[in-house]
């Protein structure tokens, strides 16, 4: 019975998740019984480690991570497992050979939000403790008559304390974020200053009751957790070998028409 162990910093029951297991189990391995298990670390990044460690423990086939975060807690444990990164948003210049997956291109959908918008504050909101949103944040091209301001929250407890006053606003992705959308949603939909917004998964937009001012360039995030689903089977069929690992590729794309 092939195992699997999933570890995300967030729910252990997001949209995402579900989408995995059900293509997992409804997918091309419908055949198959898996030894299936969510380690979650609740929100609390101080708990990501010590999941890894328990997913790792479990000597499964297949590691599976929501987020490069939970990706590099699964690698810094030295496993030699296959890990497969769900919609991840980073990933290092010389990756290890059992990486793969599938990783959100942060950068391109940053700057590209940044020069469209309708807008000449933006407030970009991101997570100052994980290394994919910082490294986006440092690599925003700057765009004549624009000026960008940071909102770094890491905790979702913060959100609700925010008063976003800039005429426009930006989410940079990752794996609490999307799962506390409706939160996020709830800073800026009802702000009349607000009166530009990009999101990059279009379940934000799906939240929002101001949908005329709200606009998606990004990825899509279920599908793409569907992808690892597939690649997980692949992994788990007799004979694979970890060297026919294939490199970390481009999650799937979703964009409103001319966005």
Same mark, same amino acid.
């Given at each position: 019975m092939p195992k699997v162990r999933v570890v995300t910093p967030t729910d252990p029951k997001t949209d995402s998740i579900k989408a995995f297991h059900h293509r997992l189990t409804h997918g091309p391995c419908?055949?198959?019984?898996? =030894?299936? *298990? &969510?380690?979650?670390?609740? =929100?609390?990044? =101080?708990?990501l480690d010590d999941m890894a460690g328990y997913a790792v423990g479990d000597a499964p086939n297949v590691l599976v991570a929501c987020g490069w975060m939970a990706a590099?807690? /699964? /690698?810094n444990t030295g496993t030699s497992l296959p890990v497969v990164m769900a919609a991840g948003g980073y990933i290092p210049n010389s990756p290890p050979a059992n990486l793969t997956g599938f990783k959100l291109n942060g950068t391109d959908v940053a700057n590209h939000q940044l020069a469209h918008i309708q807008a000449s504050d933006v407030t970009v909101l991101y997570d100052d403790t994980n290394d994919a949103?910082? @490294?986006?944040?440092?690599?925003?091209?700057? &765009?004549?008559g624009k000026t960008v301001h940071l909102l770094p929250i890491h905790d979702r407890s913060k959100f609700a304390q925010q008063n976003v006053t800039t005429d426009g606003f930006l989410v940079i992705p990752n794996a609490m974020y999307y799962d506390h959308c409706a939160e996020i &949603?709830?800073?800026?939909?009802?702000?009349?200053? &607000? *009166?530009?917004?990009?999101?990059? @998964? *279009? @379940?934000?937009?799906?939240?929002s009751g101001n949908q005329g001012k709200v606009k998606v360039y990004g990825h899509h995030i279920q599908n793409t957790f569907r992808k690892a689903a597939d690649l997980v089977c692949t992994i788990v069929s007799p004979g694979f070998k970890i060297s026919a690992l294939p490199p970390v590729a481009d999650a799937d794309v979703d964009n409103d028409a001319g966005a």
């Open positions: 419908s055949q198959v019984t898996f =030894d299936y *298990r &969510v380690y979650s670390a609740a =929100d609390n990044s =101080d708990n590099q807690a /699964l /690698l949103s910082i @490294e986006i944040v440092n690599n925003l091209t700057a &765009v004549s &949603v709830a800073m800026v939909d009802n702000n009349a200053s &607000v *009166r530009a917004i990009y999101y990059p @998964e *279009r @379940e934000y937009k799906a939240i």
